[in-house]
């Protein structure tokens, strides 16, 4: 019953900007840390960004000043916004939840293609 409905990923040029959203229902989404992560194929599955139940951020060193992480809880949501988009940016970006202080309720999106290309 738990689900993660990922939305907004395109084909975007260059320095283009989007913004990846994440609807969870089925959990108490305030006690839930939340995270982006993306996959290219052949790679490991990559933690971009996370914010925590007290609204901390964290980014991994290629996207700091140009993605930014967010959360409503009042509408069970999670965003990435993401600009100043590269080629390197391209993968499939998945949505995660992990409840605070009990690791084994994680839930994932079914991800969503982000695609930066001329």
């Known amino acids: 019953q738990v689900q993660l409905v990922e939305s907004g990923g395109d084909l975007v040029q260059p320095g283009g900007s989007l913004r990846l959203s994440c609807a969870a229902s089925?959990?108490?989404?305030?006690?839930?840390?939340m995270g982006w992560y993306r996959q290219v194929p052949g790679q490991q599955r990559e933690l971009v960004a996370s914010?925590?139940?007290?609204?901390?951020?964290d980014y991994v060193d290629s996207v700091k000043g140009r993605f930014t992480i967010s959360r409503d809880n009042a509408k069970n949501t999670v965003y990435l916004q993401m600009n100043s988009l590269k080629p390197e940016d391209t993968a499939v970006y998945y949505c995660?939840?992990?409840?605070?202080?009990?690791?084994?309720?994680?839930?994932w999106g079914q991800g969503t293609q982000v695609t930066v290309s001329s």
């Open positions: 914010i925590d139940i007290g609204s901390k951020t």
């Open positions: 995660n939840a992990e409840k605070v202080f009990s690791p084994r309720f994680t839930y």
């Open positions: 089925g959990i108490i989404f305030s006690v839930y840390n």
